[in-house]
């Protein structure tokens, strides 16, 4: 991107993930209740969890394909990206037209592709952020990335709640479709030439995942992500269950959330710099552990909203840590593949998060506040992991 300023470039990848984030926010927290009002239960709603979460675990192929090939000789990342767009807008204007009482499958299918789409154009800005952004400057892109993401996921909350409530789910839909198309003025105004250098594909640079640090921070992140979004797919129901929220409370809850995730993603970046990542981490385990109690013992709803803030802050903490000790291991011959296979293990963590949390909530099972505790004692299982990972984080 030469000759583009910094705001340029940070406001484009704030952009970018900012579409991430709605996308995120609705599947994670708000598509549990689209789909309980359409009469389907929590266990339909935890396999459809997992299998739109397959597209992130493909990631690993899609940076491949994008650090390998040169597509249409316009760049290895800027098409990827707009194909990416364009098929997360296509799918968001045809989901809202299916039934999933009585079109399940179609359903699933949709939000695969509403996913696959998400997932190509997030591989390949990871991999355009780890071409142009200084070394010196990793914590701040990550900062703006997350950051923007809590944005989308903060706006889609508010307007999802509220559209859902007092207009339709097709104008919930439509408009998810609408914050797609964010990031486009800027994307196209991106030039994506060969790639030079230390940047050309190396198959050998592969060797890299074979580090005992790098296997320590890709299982850190699949943890962190197993707890964060497992949980985060229960919250509104769990409120519902408990204290009978409606979609506009839910959605302000969820926005509050995602608050926490931007303030978290700013103190994340402090901390990381201040007292060392091994600290960071400690600090994003006690806060996750703290917020998970806190909301499996809340007696009020108003209690509601100072833990889902809390939540929101250790998430925030979590992401902005775990993508920047990942971007500082990751190999330049190989930036988006080695980028998106620690990003996949991530989602790999997620699937299995959300699969078990759905039918861990029903009532024949452990229900909504063991589920929690189960959770929160599951930031525990990081305390292992941290002298390998942190035993050499910087790169060979």
């Known amino acids: 991107m030469q000759g583009k300023s910094k705001l340029f470039q940070y406001s484009m990848f704030a952009l970018l993930y900012f579409s991430q984030g709605t996308i995120l926010s609705y599947f994670t927290a708000l598509n549990a209740l689209y789909l309980l009002e359409n009469g389907l239960e929590m266990a339909n709603i935890g396999i459809l ?14 940076g491949y394909l994008s650090d ?9 990342r800027k098409p990827y990206i707009l194909i990416g767009l364009a098929i997360q807008f296509i799918c968001l204007i045809i989901v809202p037209f299916i039934n999933p009482s009585t079109n399940f499958t179609g359903f699933v299918i949709a939000a695969f592709m509403v996913q696959f789409g998400m997932a190509l154009y997030d591989t390949c800005t990871d991999g355009l952020a780890l071409d142009v952004i200084p070394k010196d400057e990793q914590g701040t892109i990550q900062a703006f990335m997350v950051g923007g993401r809590a944005v989308g996921l903060i706006a889609t909350a ?33 030039k994506d030439g060969a790639r030079t250098g230390e940047q050309r594909f190396d198959l050998g640079a592969f060797r890299t995942l074979g ?5 320590a921070i890709a299982a850190i992140g699949f943890i962190i992500f197993f707890i964060i979004v ?13 204290f009978g929220i409606t979609l506009s409370q839910a959605g302000t809850l969820t926005t509050v959330w995602g608050i926490g995730i931007l303030v978290g993603s700013v103190f994340g970046g402090k901390i990381f710099d201040a007292i060392g990542q091994r600290q960071a981490i400690y600090v994003g385990i006690g806060l996750s552990i703290f917020s ?7 007696p009020t709803l108003w209690l509601a909203w100072v ?9 925030g903490t979590y992401q902005t840590i775990y993508f920047a000790l990942a971007m500082n291991i990751t190999e330049t011959a190989i930036a988006a593949s080695m980028f998106a296979i620690l990003m996949s293990i991530t989602n790999i963590g997620q699937a299995v998060g959300m699969g078990i949390t759905g039918f861990a909530v029903m ?34």
């Open 211 to 215: 580090r005992r640090n790098v296997i």
């Open 363 to 396: 009532p024949d099972a452990l229900g909504y506040r063991t589920t929690l505790l189960v959770f929160a004692a599951c930031n525990l299982l990081l305390l292992p992991l941290m002298r390998p990972a942190f035993r050499s984080s910087q790169k060979a």
């Open 68 to 76: 390998k090939v040169n597509l249409f000789g316009r760049g290895h």
């Open 307 to 315: 833990f889902m803030f809390i939540f929101g802050f250790s998430y």
């Open 230 to 242: 497992g949980i985060n797919q229960i919250i509104n129901p769990y409120m519902e269950n408990e």
């Open 292 to 298: 998970l109690v806190g909301l499996a013992f809340i």
């Open 49 to 62: 969890g997992t299998i739109a979460m397959i597209p992130f675990i493909l990631k690993i192929f899609l």
């Open 158 to 190: 508010t307007v999802v709640g509220v559209l859902a409530d007092l207009v339709s789910w097709y104008a919930v839909f439509f408009a998810l479709a609408i914050f797609t198309l964010f990031p486009l003025p800027f994307v196209l105004q991106v």
